[in-house]
């Protein structure tokens, strides 16, 4: 960046609830400026789960000198968030388009994204923007409760569970198809025209005796609409104790600036409050936001930067608090 005033942009993003794999419960970032500083904020209201917002605010470069915007100056806190700046060059009194995104997969709750632009002019005095999206982002079908724990005895005494499915929708529950991913879980439908709808759940005991988890997927679809709608409740049995890593295999996807990539950390030992630390790759850390989704659940958002990729190896470390490592194999895109 080649000029007079010293110019950053960040973003920085929390999240409040979650759901499925969603970022975990955060206290919601304040959109609020500094005494000096500008504020702009877009209220999207009322949004789906999966569904993005995108909302562009216009930046007004007010000092007598020319500002370029470079790469380094636009840095990003959150893999859910994104952001484009246009024009990068802004003469005096030039306006650049600031483009924010909020992707709202599988999060529910109160969402927030801040985008602050600052710089220093040759006088020392500092000028500050200060964009926010606010939404809320309802499930299109809630599970309660958000997942299932059996001990050991409930499986051997062949306990049922069950779950209530509600939805801020119009959904045809009778297109309400469930499956479940491991053949030791029992799930029976208790079908209705309308919402609630009720799932039985009960599981066989694991040969091995060793903990055990699998998932319950449900597909939907709007009333007198093609779009389908799905949902996941994770189901333990035999008190998971280990950590456990899905999938083994993470595929990363390409973004604006950098890849990026998603798995998800399992077991008891999360409730108990061990934690991942670190990841990584040969002698590199890697950067990651842990996020919690259930008692027993922890999601990891990675962040690789461009070129990063490349120079990696195939397999990363993961570290965890109690002294404990596993490991996570990362793939490219299965498509450009």
Do not use: Y
């Not at 006088?123 to 001990?151: D, L, M, N, Q, Y």
């Amino acid at each position: 960046m080649r000029t007079s005033a010293s110019v950053h942009i960040w973003i920085s993003s929390m999240f409040a609830v979650s759901l499925g794999i969603g970022c975990g419960a955060r206290p919601i970032p304040k959109i609020e400026p500094s005494p000096t500083s500008q504020l702009s904020v877009h209220n999207a209201g009322t949004i789906m789960s999966g569904d993005t917002v995108r909302h562009t605010f216009s930046l007004l470069n007010a000092t007598p000198m020319q500002i370029d915007l470079s790469d380094e100056d636009i840095s990003h806190s959150c893999g859910c968030s994104d952001a484009n700046v246009f024009p990068r060059r802004l003469p005096p009194q030039g306006r650049a388009n600031v483009t924010v995104e909020l992707d709202s997969s599988n999060k529910v709750g109160e969402l927030a994204e801040v985008v602050k632009t600052r710089w220093r002019d040759s006088t020392g005095t500092v000028s500050e923007f200060v964009f926010g999206i606010r939404a809320i982002a309802k499930a299109p079908i809630a599970c309660a409760p958000t997942e299932i724990s059996f001990s050991r005895e409930e499986v051997a005494n062949g306990s049922q569970k069950t779950v209530t499915l509600t939805s801020d929708l119009e959904l045809d529950w009778k297109s309400l198809k469930v499956r479940s991913d491991h053949d030791a879980l029992k799930v029976r439908c208790i079908r209705s025209e309308s919402s609630p709808q009720m799932l039985k759940v009960g599981c066989l005991p694991s040969p091995t005796g060793e903990p055990q988890q699998g998932h319950i997927k449900l597909t939907i679809f709007e009333r007198d609409k093609e779009s389908s709608h799905q949902a996941t409740l994770p189901v333990f049995w035999h008190s998971p104790t280990q950590l456990r890593i899905s999938p083994k295999i993470a595929s990363v996807r390409r973004r604006q600036n950098n890849w990026a990539t998603t798995f998800i950390i399992t077991g008891n030992k999360i409730r108990e409050g061990v934690e991942l630390q670190k990841i990584q790759a040969g002698k590199e850390t890697l950067n990651f936001e842990l996020h919690q989704i259930g008692h027993s659940a922890n999601r990891v958002d990675l962040t690789l930067e461009s070129g990063q990729f490349d120079s990696l190896p195939k397999q990363v470390t993961l570290c965890f608090s109690d002294g404990t490592t596993n490991f996570l194999s990362l793939i490219p895109p299965s498509l450009p």
